[in-house]
């Protein structure tokens, strides 16, 4: 009877805790779908009106609607990024995936230093890869083309304002980024998955194709569309090296329709509801493979080694494809923004009398320490905070095995392929009517941050709940756990590298984040990419190549005692 009674009191907390919990649970993810459904509603909004929201002359119409989705010029453009986001996200997995098998599977010289040199290209933003490409291989002036001329007599190497320009600094940037997401799974393989396949006579490729493959193919489909939609909403590119050559994909035609006077808002808004379509197809099939992730369970709880691949006389050769990569995507780009940074305008005649400290000087001379330490805070503080909501959504949506987790994970795919521009438009929209006094703080930017990557963030967290055992988690729940115990205790110190690896790449996203930036910064909030920004705005090439330098040392920095602290490059490379 004793028992019994002690019972009662124990069993009334254990229901009224997973009580809170569920109510926790329904306020975090109702709290999500308000903070993204919000802005996107306003983009919708002002899509179907002649002026911007609020406007006291803004009447409803359909103009901009049968404008973007039925204009010759705006089907072309919606086909060119298509077009140009599926060559991307091809050649970026091929080429991450060979980076990953090589480093992570193979006997190649070199692999653990080369494996961390691996995460720098992610560090350069598209942006200022672009002009760093276009110091090397622009058709005239470029340090390539200019040195193939004098040498050679071959007048262009490589023209940088092509098509084929365009997918490749795409490809330097998210093939690394390719290579992250592969190199983990590759080596959480139980090798005696392989070792079998080998034993009955498959050979090397055979086993790839029919085994490793399809084990890894989560992990494939999850990076292939967060590669495409990132490429589908990157204006920068396209419209550095499209536009020339009349290039034009449907972010450059936002770009034009927000920033060419006299603006079309509206329009654009209409114009970037195109994307939404897309990435919504996109979900409904990563849906679909994720439905199955039992399949490729590959953490159940125990220990693995990967199978390591020896290549003989080809290992060199392995490590210097590694190397040309990271030469053609860290050390010529870095180059050419170190050696353009010490000039006072750019040409491909330079002396040693033309190179100046005049750029480092005015930077360091101004108030830009303020804008560094916004860009640390919210990057550091900011992104790890944003890092812990997203496990917990991720974890929340698999739970909820229901029509509203669903809705929950469709809806936050929306924010990653509406183009930054749009969603800087969309908060402006939002938070300037409501008497919420955020606008102009670092409260609207890291909402906006963490809308901006909701998407890649939730998705990298539900891979690396895939491959976790749902045995581990049943056998919590019998043990009388609750969900957020199962969390705390059994789940995140399993995933633990896949938080750190997410952490860093948001790290990294944010610290160089301007597009949705620009539209939502005060005076007292400027980042190091709004300095950037306005000084490439002001014709100041040069001195944006100086802030660019800057910016990416500092992000080595940081990640590099970041790693010495807490291992969070190797946790990124073992996620």
């Avoid at 975090?28 to 919000?38: E, P, Q």
């Avoid at 995140?492 to 938080?499: G, Y």
Wanted: with cysteine.
């Amino acid at each position: 009877m004793t028992a019994q009674n002690d019972a009662g009191p124990i069993a009334g907390s254990g229901a009224l805790r997973r009580g809170l919990e569920a109510a926790l649970a329904g306020v975090v993810l109702l709290g999500t779908l308000v903070l993204v459904i919000a802005p996107i509603g306003y983009v919708f909004f002002g899509a179907l009106q002649s002026q911007p929201p609020g406007a006291p002359d803004s009447v409803f119409t359909f103009d901009n609607i049968l404008t973007a989705y039925t204009s010759p010029s705006y089907l072309l453009a919606l086909f060119n990024t298509l077009g140009l986001a599926t060559t991307v996200a091809v050649l970026s997995i091929l080429c991450g995936g060979a980076l990953a098998w090589i480093i992570a599977r193979t006997d190649a010289p070199w692999r653990r230093p080369l494996a961390l040199l691996l995460v720098v290209p992610l560090m350069i933003s598209t942006l200022v890869t672009t002009l760093a490409w276009i110091a090397l291989a622009a058709p005239n002036a470029g340090f390539i083309n200019a040195l193939s001329r004098a040498w050679f007599g071959v007048r262009t190497v490589f023209d940088i304002y092509s098509f084929a320009g365009i997918v490749l600094v795409h490809v330097l940037h998210y093939s690394a980024f390719a290579f992250l997401s592969f190199f983990a799974a590759l080596r959480s393989i139980d090798a005696s998955l392989e070792e079998a396949s080998a034993m009955l006579g498959a050979g090397p490729l055979r086993t790839a194709w029919r085994m490793t493959l399809p084990l890894i193919f989560p992990s494939i489909a999850t990076t292939f569309l967060v590669i495409f939609v990132f490429v589908c909403e990157n204006f920068s590119v396209p419209t550095l090296l499209g536009t020339p050559i009349g290039f034009q994909t449907l972010p450059s035609l936002i770009y034009f329709n927000m920033e060419i006077t006299p603006a079309h808002p509206t329009l654009a808004a209409a114009t970037g509801t195109m994307l939404l379509w897309v990435a919504l197809l996109g979900t409904l099939w990563q849906r679909r493979i994720a439905a199955r992730a039992n399949r490729y369970v590959t953490v159940a709880g125990k220990g693995v080694r990967p199978r390591v691949t020896p290549l003989g006389r080809w290992r060199y050769v392995a490590t210097g494809f590694v190397v040309l990569f990271l030469t053609l995507s860290v050390i010529l780009p870095y180059f050419a923004l170190i050696l353009s940074s010490l000039l006072n305008f750019l040409t491909p005649r330079i002396h040693l009398s033309s190179l100046t400290l005049d750029n480092y000087r005015t930077f360091f001379d101004g108030d830009n320490f303020t804008p560094i330490k916004n860009s640390l805070l919210l990057a550091g503080g900011g992104g790890l905070l944003i890092t812990f909501i997203y496990i917990l959504l991720s974890y929340l949506m698999l739970r909820a095995r229901s029509s509203f987790g669903a809705l929950v994970d469709y809806v936050t795919i929306i924010p990653t392929a509406l183009p930054a521009l749009i969603l800087g438009v969309g908060m402006v929209w939002t938070f300037v009517g409501l008497p919420l006094p955020i606008y102009g703080t670092m409260a609207i930017l890291l909402i906006a941050y963490f809308v901006r990557y909701i998407g890649y963030g939730v998705r990298h967290a539900n891979n690396a709940f895939s491959q976790v055992s749902t045995d581990l988690v049943d056998a919590a729940r019998i043990t009388g756990a609750t969900p957020l115990q199962t969390l705390r205790d059994i789940l995140v110190p399993l995933v633990r590298p896949s938080i750190l690896s997410l952490w860093t790449v948001l790290f990294i996203f944010i610290f160089m984040e301007v597009s949705a930036t620009i539209l939502l910064y005060s005076p007292h909030t400027r980042t190091l990419p709004t300095v950037l920004w306005v000084y490439m705005g002001s014709g100041s090439q040069t001195r944006a190549f100086a802030i660019a330098v800057v910016q990416a040392t500092l992000i080595f920095a940081v990640l590099f005692v970041a790693d010495r602290k807490f291992g969070t490059l190797k946790a990124t490379l073992e996620s």
